[in-house]
């Protein structure tokens, strides 16, 4: 078994292929723990989530993210593996527009209007300390 650092270099390659993984984030009321199933997009280097454009309403994971931006990344596919990170809404439409279009670009998607207004947009940074507190602590 692997005891490295959280960010081993089978892990880190694993980062950077788009895949589905899973997000738990801490309940913004309840102090919960949350784990959703998501897509997670690799660009440049740069490691986002991002949805399908919604206009009624903000996923409560986002309103998790923003009251506790600590985050664990479960890897579930090639590699197997809990990462923390810390996670940061992105609403400028400066630094979305590149990553959303990566994102629709990807999913053949044409409707990159509505989804700068209405996707949520996440980037993560996974820590590399594994020294740090924990989503559960």
Excluded: C
């Amino acid at each position: 078994m692997d005891h490295e650092s959280p960010l081993s270099e089978v892990n880190r390659a694993a980062l950077h292929q788009s895949q589905v993984i899973d997000l738990t984030t801490k309940g913004r009321r309840s102090g919960q723990l949350r784990r959703i199933e998501i897509f997670l997009h690799s660009e440049d280097g740069q490691l986002f989530i991002t949805g399908m454009p919604r206009a009624e309403r903000v996923r409560d994971w986002i309103y998790n993210i923003e009251a506790d931006p600590r985050v664990v990344v479960h890897l579930k596919q090639s590699v197997v593996a809990d990462l923390p990170a810390t996670a940061r809404v992105v609403t400028e439409h400066d630094e979305r527009r590149p990553l959303i279009e990566a994102a629709a670009k990807r999913w053949g998607r044409t409707d990159v209007p509505d989804m700068l207004r209405h996707s949520p947009l996440i980037v993560l940074t996974i820590d590399d300390d594994s020294a740090r507190d924990r989503i559960d602590s």
